[in-house]
T-cell receptor, first 113, second 112 residues
């Protein structure tokens, strides 16, 4: 079985400060890892993925994520947050041998001006 | 390329009725997945289709069913609707299972 944990329901940061959204995962095999963002009344938008290779993955809108196999983590980061980054963020995992995505509960990010 | 489209965007039904939701994937995408999103349960996987075959199914009752057509378009059906089926139903498509899924805007189903 695969699962994802996002330990923080909410993250609040000031504009211009670094943003980190935490994610840990559990899979039986090698993971495919993803981050998505959801704006109100919208579907999910893909931000970035980790399949293999470099542990630091760069994605859309200046976001990046670091894969840490020993800690089974895949934290999302942005060096300088914008008010427009305020949204709901989901981490997702898929076992390499499975076809379904398992999502975390989501983290609401609020960036204050 | 056009994104994933879902119809209808909003639906209001009463208990006991059935409903069919439609999803058109991005052109060239052969994998289509469905998810249910609710405030209490979050995002839950319903099923995934590839080339008209269901490859995986989530933990939902048999009232939830789906299918995929030869043009990769997919439908999901919920029979004997219950109040708890009120949710945002999201469809996502991808080229292969390892690639990211791209989501449609969702169908908001309200069961009264």
């Amino acid at each position: 079985a695969q699962s994802v944990a996002q330990p923080e329901d909410q993250v609040n940061v000031a504009e211009g400060n670094p943003l980190t959204v935490k994610c840990t995962y559990s899979v039986s095999g090698n993971p495919y890892l993803f981050w998505y963002v959801q704006y109100p009344n919208r579907g999910l938008q893909f931000l970035l993925k980790y399949i293999t290779g470099d542990n630091l993955v760069k994605g859309s809108y200046g976001f990046e994520a670091e894969f840490n196999k020993s800690q089974t983590s895949f934290h999302l980061k942005k060096p300088s947050a914008l008010v427009s980054d305020s949204a709901l963020y989901f981490c997702a995992v898929r076992d390499i041998d499975d076809y379904k995505l398992s999502f975390g509960a989501g983290t609401t990010v609020t960036v204050r001006a | 390329k056009a994104g994933v489209t879902q119809t209808p965007r909003y639906l209001i039904k009463t208990r006991g009725q059935q409903v069919t939701l439609s999803c058109s994937p991005i052109s060239g995408h052969r994998s289509v997945s469905w998810y249910q999103q609710t405030p209490g349960q979050g995002l839950q996987f319903l099923f995934e289709y590839f080339s008209e075959t269901q490859r995986n199914k989530g933990n939902f009752p048999g009232r939830f069913s789906g299918r995929q057509f030869s043009n990769s378009r997919s439908e999901m059906n919920v029979s004997t609707l219950e109040l708890g089926d009120s949710a945002l139903y999201l469809c996502a498509s991808s080229t292969t299972s390892g690639n990211p899924q791209f989501f449609g805007p969702g169908t908001r189903l309200t069961v009264l």
